[in-house]
């Protein structure tokens, strides 16, 4: 056995960290890891995409019964799940012809998307434009510049009937300046990059062992994309839809009534359905308030030492309300976490600006 191993093992047991893995099995991982990962050596960041880690939460979940893994997809190169399919769809449009070499690239984002595009189209050397409502956070707005990208922050709380909501000015702008709009909300590729990678990877890392799925939902790309694939190997798969209260997507999943309202938590919730939604797939909605979202972030980080966004414990916490429910034990659960918590250091991460805007009740 080589000395990084041991060193691993060690640290481990130092740790006393909760695994179920014999030695052999941590050794087989990490030959695993180095083979497919660590000694390989990739053309462009772009291949860096996806092949997240998942990782059991062993103190946050160790209560339930059930084993809950978390699929870190804040480790993207451009920390969030949306890098994903901001590379997948550009390949896929400049493979097409939908996207020309030196076209802008205009798109509608909450933020995370943006982010990822900003990267993607340094690879393709096109121009992008990042149309966004005022709620994205200021990080977010100064990374898409920083990373190149030029920025609108445009009014929000517009229906998507108003010519002004931001995603009709994206497509309004790229139809002027003869831009391809990206289009993440109907763009079929968004679906398929989750289809074809998320789906297996989440398979693939426990074994076929899943029983549940649970995500949000901006686009729907994550949970429907990765969730009809892991429907297809396994039917009795549920997916399990985290909602912020305030969202309509709960309730039309219910069909209840809605009763829209603002929350905090950024990236997921809507006040329209995504043309990528498919409501008959999702099994099962649970509403998140914004203090349990943020409440479930800050555990994530002082339990788990996952620096997450506030979708990532809107999601967990979401799973843990699912896991209590059930009558059976030994579930496998996996929970998406979708973004790192370094673009939340201003709003969630900042205790002034939470008592500013968390309302006492919710
Ligand atoms: N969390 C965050 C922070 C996001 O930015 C997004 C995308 N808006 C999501 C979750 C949801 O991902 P999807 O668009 O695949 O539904």
């Not at 949306?82 to 798109?107: S, T």
């Not at 108003?162 to 763009?187: C, M, Y």
């Not at 950024?266 to 914004?290: C, H, M, S, W």
Request: contains cysteine; proline residues 4%.
């Amino acid at each position: 056995m080589d000395s990084s191993i041991q060193a691993f093992l060690s640290w481990i047991r130092i740790n006393n960290v909760p695994s179920q893995h014999t030695d052999a099995q941590a050794v087989d991982f990490l030959n695993h890891m180095r083979g497919d990962t660590l000694l390989h050596t990739f053309d462009s960041i772009a291949e860096a995409v996806g092949n997240t880690p998942m990782i059991k939460l062993c103190r946050l979940g160790r209560a339930s019964g059930h084993t809950l893994l978390a699929k870190c997809e804040f480790m993207n190169p451009g920390g969030s799940v949306k890098d994903r399919i901001a590379f997948y769809m550009v390949d896929q449009a400049r493979q097409d012809g939908r996207l020309r070499p030196g076209q802008l690239i205009v798109e509608a984002t909450g933020g995370n998307t943006g982010i990822g595009l900003a990267l993607a189209a340094r690879l393709s050397g096109n121009e992008l434009l990042c149309v966004m409502p005022e709620k994205v956070g200021k990080e977010k707005v100064r990374m898409m510049e920083v990373l190149g990208a030029q920025t609108l922050v445009v009014p929000g709380g517009k229906p998507l009937s108003d010519p002004l909501h931001f995603i009709n000015q994206a497509k309004r702008i790229a139809a002027e300046r003869g831009g391809w709009f990206v289009d993440q909300f109907e763009n079929a590729d968004n679906l398929d990059a989750h289809y074809k990678f998320t789906g297996p990877e989440i398979w693939e890392q426990t074994n076929g062992k899943i029983d549940v799925f649970v995500a949000g939902i901006g686009t729907g790309g994550t949970l429907l994309g990765a969730g009809k694939y892991l429907k297809e190997k396994n039917p009795a798969v549920q997916l399990v839809l985290a909602d912020p209260v305030g969202s309509m997507l709960s309730d039309w999943q219910a069909g209840t009534e809605p009763h829209p309202s603002s929350y905090l938590v950024e990236g997921i919730g809507q006040d329209f359905l995504p043309g990528l939604v498919d409501l008959k797939l999702i099994d099962r909605a649970i509403q998140i308030t914004d203090a349990e979202s943020i409440e479930t972030t800050k555990s994530l980080l002082e339990k788990e030492a996952l620096f997450v966004g506030g979708s990532s414990g809107c999601i967990v916490a979401a799973a843990i309300q699912y896991c209590e429910e059930q009558t059976e034990e030994g579930l496998t659960v996996v929970a998406v976490l979708p973004s790192t918590g370094r673009l939340y250091l201003n709003t969630i991460f900042n205790s002034e600006w939470l008592l500013n805007h968390l309302s006492p009740t919710s």
